[in-house]
């Protein structure tokens, strides 16, 4: 029997110990600050998604299922506003935020229930269809607000009213005689409540979300059937087929592949991992171990995306990987990192970072345009010149989500533990943490992503001993190691150069991470992208688009995979708020000899020709003239 604990041995730096100031997270920050929280916030407005917590709206019913879970977009703007005030204290957001607050806390009922639909709209279907409807999903993203709100202001006001509705939530739900055996059809209350117990000590709300997960799934009778019938509904008649869809189909220790919607599997997996530690659970561990390997070895775009899925926003078979149609929601971007966050966290194992960075450098920032005004829902790998960012949406669970990862941004970078401090990630920074009791300043200077040449300035407030942890990013091959000017020695642990030394104030780490231009090949299995190179450099991946290469369609470009040392690397301060593109040789497929009344020809395969080729970052794409895009090029 395995007695060793597994809970985790690190904890992350959190934001507010931390200051980016580097080339590429900073601006998307302080636009974030300056433009997309204020956009957003207007089109709550403009939407009545705010002004839903007066209680005096009409709606027909039955009601689009995106008004019902209306509350939880307020909750995201609400909690990216309160982290934007941590780090910028900004009187004129503070008080918009304590209006937003106050407006939540007036909607909530004497029992402590929460909900504006349920309240106005359909009192008498409170809690009647948890597979469907979204309640606790939106209470999720409520408490998660909360307890963004009082880490701002320091007022417990939210924090009480959604500890309320929890305790109202934790009477109707449990084990108990009188008690139903709900659990919500879209994850996201099991990881708020242990972050709501962690704000208020309340043991209570940590013991609901253990329950929530560990019904979840259970037969005999399932839940959704036994909630179905008490509705008058056939459960054969639930319009996904399968309980798979919101992960209720076995019990979570029994699952074995990652399934259904990806942002609802995600964010489940969340509070698997955060209950793994708070119960110390190896089996808890284990499924989230099993389930990652699946994800990231067959179901995982190179960008990060997950889900190629539009009919169930999320997962089909191990391979499925199509690229221009290619759902790859946003939001289930942002739940991939916040799981790997937790995973990091158990033992410092950077092929959980590795996967963080690959998403945030990719398929999580092309989420949202750079002047931070409109979005991506749906993020392919390919395009015919169709698919844009939006200001807006129907369902507009994105743009906030994008907004609160931005604001807390600084949450990934660093980690400390007994005897150790873990750098994850290499935007350039000043921080301070505490490790083993003591505080460290740190600097780190660079220019990453598009230089691998990393100063990190160590000064602890005297001479003191521990481990520093760098991690080597799964893309890199070779790099170097330098101590105040001289060659050091470090143990790879882990994925991390680990330095075992006694720290001086001012020691400088040198850290230079070696970033040729590579060719990306996907597994055999994955028949869409047979034949076919993705171009990466550093944790950055490129795709063409039609705007630098006149070129229609694009498919007709295709390049050599061992010509890839032969593209020039020019960072280009001018383009795209300043991304560093890829110049290179290819070759095009000509029209020589086809025409108009020519669909197919015989014997005579088409012609090519050479030419340049220029690639930018994928996640800037669509920023400039609309037409096509294209990440997997032809290798030949």
């Known amino acids: 029997m395995n007695t060793q604990s597994v809970k985790r ?11 980016l100031d580097d080339p590429f997270w900073a601006p998307r920050q302080e636009t974030n600050r300056r433009v997309s929280i204020p956009h957003m916030y207007q089109m709550l407005v403009d939407t009545g998604r705010i002004a839903a917590f007066d209680l005096n709206f009409t709606r027909p019913v039955p009601s689009p299922i995106v008004l019902i879970f209306g509350d939880s977009d307020p909750a995201k703007w609400l909690e990216a506003a309160c982290y934007t005030l941590i780090t910028h204290p900004d009187p004129q957001l503070a008080a918009l935020v304590d209006e937003v607050a106050d407006k939540i806390i007036s909607a909530q009922q004497p029992d402590g229930y929460l909900n504006t639909h349920f309240t106005v709209a359909q009192p008498e279907m409170r809690w009647k269809n948890l597979r469907d409807w979204h309640e606790m999903y939106c209470a999720g993203h409520l408490m998660e607000a909360a307890v963004a709100h009082y880490q701002a202001t320091g007022n417990p006001k939210l924090l009480n009213a959604l500890a309320r509705y929890a305790d109202h939530i934790d009477r109707m739900f449990g084990p108990n005689p009188g008690q139903r055996r709900g659990y919500c059809g879209h994850p996201e209350i099991e990881l708020a409540l242990v ?5 208020t000590g309340e043991r209570r709300y940590l013991e609901l979300a253990k329950f929530m997960v560990e019904e979840r799934g259970q037969s005999n009778p399932h839940y959704y059937d036994v909630e179905a019938i008490e509705r008058g509904e056939d459960p054969r008649a639930f319009w996904a087929k399968t309980y798979e869809y919101c992960q209720a189909h076995l019990p979570i220790r029994q699952q074995d592949k990652v399934v259904g919607h990806a942002v609802r599997a995600m964010y489940l997996l969340c509070g698997v991992a955060d209950l793994a530690h708070e119960y110390d659970d190896p089996t808890l561990l284990e499924t989230c171990e099993r389930l990652w390997d699946n994800l990231v070895h067959q179901r995982m775009y190179i960008t990060g995306g997950i889900g190629p899925s539009r009919h169930n926003e999320g997962f089909t078979t191990d391979y499925d990987l199509p690229d221009e149609t290619a759902y790859a929601e946003t939001c289930a971007a942002i739940a991939l990192i916040l799981w790997n966050h937790r995973l990091l966290q158990f033992a410092g194992e950077g092929k959980y970072a590795d996967v963080m960075e690959q998403t945030l450098y990719n398929g999580f920032i092309s989420g949202v345009s750079l002047r931070g005004d409109s979005f991506f829902y749906v993020n ?30 600084g949450n990934y970078l660093y980690s400390t533990g007994e005897g150790g401090l873990w750098v994850h990630f290499y935007a350039q920074n000043s921080a301070h943490a505490t490790v083993d009791g003591a505080e460290v300043r740190l600097r780190l200077e660079s220019r990453y992503p598009w230089d691998g040449a990393v100063k990190l300035t160590v000064a602890p407030a005297q001479p003191q001993r521990f481990t520093l942890h760098l991690r080597i990013p799964g893309w890199c091959d070779r790099w170097s190691l330098r101590v105040n000017g001289e060659a050091a020695e470090a143990r790879v642990e882990r994925g991390y150069a680990a330095i075992d030394r006694v720290w001086q104030p001012g020691d400088v780490v040198a850290f230079d991470l070696a970033m040729p231009v590579q060719t990306v090949f996907a597994h055999p299995y994955v028949r869409q992208m047979q034949g076919r190179t993705a171009l990466q ?35 280009r301060p001018d383009l795209l708020g300043g991304v560093t593109v890829l110049r290179g040789p290819a070759q095009i497929i000509t029209e020589e000899g086809w025409d108009a009344h020519t669909l197919y020809r015989r014997n005579r395969p088409s012609s090519t020709t050479g030419a340049e080729i220029v690639a930018i970052p994928y996640a800037t794409w669509d920023n400039r003239a609309a037409g096509e895009m294209r990440v997997w090029l032809r290798a030949g």
């Open 9 to 19: 041995k690190l904890t992350p730096v959190p934001f507010s110990q931390v200051t």
């Open 195 to 199: 972050r709501l117990y962690h704000a």
């Open 380 to 409: 392919p790998l390919a395009s015919n010149g169709s698919h844009h960012r939006t200001p807006w949406f129907e369902c507009p669970c994105c743009p906030p989500n994008v907004g609160r990862i931005l604001a807390s941004l």
């Open 537 to 571: 450099r550093g944790p950055i991946v490129y795709c063409l688009e039609e705007v630098d290469n006149p070129v229609t369609p694009l498919d007709r470009i295709s390049i050599d995979p061992a010509q890839a040392s032969n593209f020039a690397v020019e960072h």
